[in-house]
């Protein structure tokens, strides 16, 4: 009985949310789209905050909403965080955690607040007001008060949106950690593709209320008819493991299935798992092996389709290494001065110091 399963109507002026889909019951889903395409709308049907939804929402074989069940928003074992941390301003820390937990019924709810204090290191500010917090730290003052309650669904409503560049990147490992750590299932909304790329194992694409893409994020990314118009971004999602690290020159092996990729050392220690993200910009495809060259990264591949890009000049090329599927964006005349075609055997090249 894993699994998000969800069927839902709701109408609201001249917006309609039109939705049915499956998601798995584990692991981080993103859900991306358009400004006004009903992520919010969605996630508040979820939570049981529209009470005229129709439909249904089973979740790990809880039945939440269907024909005969509607369970209040307080009966839904959700945690919520919205863009802005909605803290009791009154309370510190310690109280604003507390305040969740207490209503809790699980018998473990006293290591489920120690986990969540630990995950989101937030033990140094128990005693503050939210006022003597910055943004980031609220926010994960928040995230952890959602986690402290062991929910059996967390939704993530663009936590970082409010954040600079700065702190958001302060707070993508400390989620980074719930992704890998957590079996809690998670909803992540976000209009950053690099999050979403970081954090999801898969892809909700809504558009006009509508799911229009629903699937893993690596083969979703990963097809030459990208889901949204992700201009710069299009590119592939690669789960590694940290090989070795090479201390002379400060980089870093990573292992995937079908081979090696060299990247800066980011301190990550060997043995960790490390998702990167590979844009389809940073790939170059050669006929011959390369030789004297700068970059360090030369992986046999095969054309495995090609596909007209957002600028006419421009092609998309899918190309396959073992089993993983790589993108390269590149030029028509390069293209054609190489002969590419489905089934030729190339080699692509990938910058090392282009690897996020
Ligand atoms: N409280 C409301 N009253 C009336 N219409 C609303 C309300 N909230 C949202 N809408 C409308 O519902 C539609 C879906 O909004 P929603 O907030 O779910 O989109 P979204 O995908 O989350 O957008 P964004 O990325 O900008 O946050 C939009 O047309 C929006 O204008």
């Given at each position: 009985?894993?699994?998000?399963?969800?069927?839902?109507?709701?109408?609201?002026?001249?917006?309609?949310?039109?939705?049915?889909?499956?998601?798995?019951?584990?692991?981080?889903?993103?859900?991306?789209?358009?400004?006004?395409?009903?992520?919010?709308?969605?996630?508040?049907?979820?939570?049981?905050?529209?009470?005229?939804?129709?439909?249904?929402?089973?979740?790990?074989?809880?039945?939440?909403?269907?024909?005969?069940?509607?369970?209040?928003?307080?009966?839904?074992?959700?945690?919520?965080?919205?863009?802005?941390?909605?803290?009791?301003?009154?309370?510190?820390?310690?109280?604003?955690?507390?305040?969740?937990?207490?209503?809790?019924?699980?018998?473990?709810?006293?290591?489920?607040?120690?986990?969540?204090?630990?995950?989101?290191?937030?033990?140094?500010?128990?005693?503050?007001?939210?006022?003597?917090?910055?943004?980031?730290?609220?926010?994960?003052?928040?995230?952890?008060?959602?986690?402290?309650?062991?929910?059996?669904?967390?939704?993530?409503?663009?936590?970082?949106?409010?954040?600079?560049?700065?702190?958001?990147?302060?707070?993508?490992?400390?989620?980074?950690?719930?992704?890998?750590?957590?079996?809690?299932?998670?909803?992540?909304?976000?209009?950053?593709?690099?999050?979403?790329?970081?954090?999801?194992?898969?892809?909700?694409?809504?558009?006009?209320?509508?799911?229009?893409?629903?699937?893993?994020?690596?083969?979703?990314?990963?097809?030459l008819?990208?889901?949204?118009?992700?201009?710069e971004?299009c590119?592939?999602?690669?789960?590694?493991?940290?090989?070795?690290?090479?201390?002379?020159?400060?980089?870093?092996?990573?292992?995937?299935?079908?081979?090696?990729?060299?990247?800066?050392?980011?301190?990550?220690?060997?043995?960790?798992?490390?998702?990167?993200?590979?844009l389809a910009k940073d790939v170059s495809v050669t006929a011959d092996?390369p030789?004297?060259t700068?970059i360090?990264?030369?992986?046999?591949a095969?054309v495995?389709g090609i596909a007209e890009d957002e600028h006419p000049g421009l092609l998309l090329v899918r190309l396959?290494?073992?089993?993983?599927?790589?993108l390269s964006r590149l030029t028509k005349r390069a293209s054609s001065l190489l002969g590419l075609s489905q089934?030729k055997?190339v080699w692509i090249q990938?910058?090392?110091?282009?690897?996020?």
């Open positions: 009985m894993e699994g998000i399963s969800v069927n839902l109507r709701f109408k609201r002026s001249s917006f309609t949310l039109n939705v049915k889909f499956e998601l798995p019951g584990k692991g981080v889903t993103g859900i991306f789209g358009p400004s006004g395409s009903g992520k919010t709308t969605l996630l508040r049907c979820l939570a049981g905050l529209e009470k005229n939804s129709k439909g249904s929402v089973i979740v790990n074989g809880n039945v939440w909403q269907d024909e005969k069940i509607r369970l209040p928003a307080f009966k839904r074992s959700i945690g919520y965080v919205f863009q802005e941390a909605n803290l009791f301003r009154h309370l510190n820390v310690r109280e604003n955690l507390m305040y969740g937990v207490e209503r809790s019924r699980s018998a473990e709810k006293e290591s489920h607040l120690r986990r969540a204090i630990e995950s989101l290191d937030i033990g140094p500010l128990l005693d503050r007001r939210p006022d003597h917090l910055s943004g980031g730290e609220r926010q994960r003052v928040a995230i952890a008060r959602s986690l402290a309650v062991n929910p059996s669904l967390l939704l993530l409503d663009e936590p970082l949106a409010s954040l600079d560049s700065v702190r958001k990147k302060e707070i993508l490992p400390y989620l980074e950690r719930i992704h890998l750590e957590s079996r809690i299932p998670v909803l992540y909304v976000s209009h950053s593709h690099d999050e979403i790329a970081r954090l999801s194992d898969h892809l909700l694409i809504l558009d006009g209320g509508s799911v229009i893409r629903n699937g893993p994020i690596a083969s979703t990314l990963s097809g008819n990208p889901p949204v118009n992700l201009g971004n590119g592939i999602v690669l789960d590694t493991v940290v090989g070795a690290i090479e201390e002379e020159w400060s980089m870093a092996r990573l292992d995937f299935s079908d081979g090696v990729i060299w990247t800066l050392d980011r301190g990550i220690p060997i043995g960790s798992k490390n998702r990167i993200v590979v092996r030789d004297q700068s360090q990264n030369a992986l046999l095969k495995d396959k290494v073992g089993k993983t599927f790589f089934g055997e990938i910058k090392s110091v282009a690897i996020k």
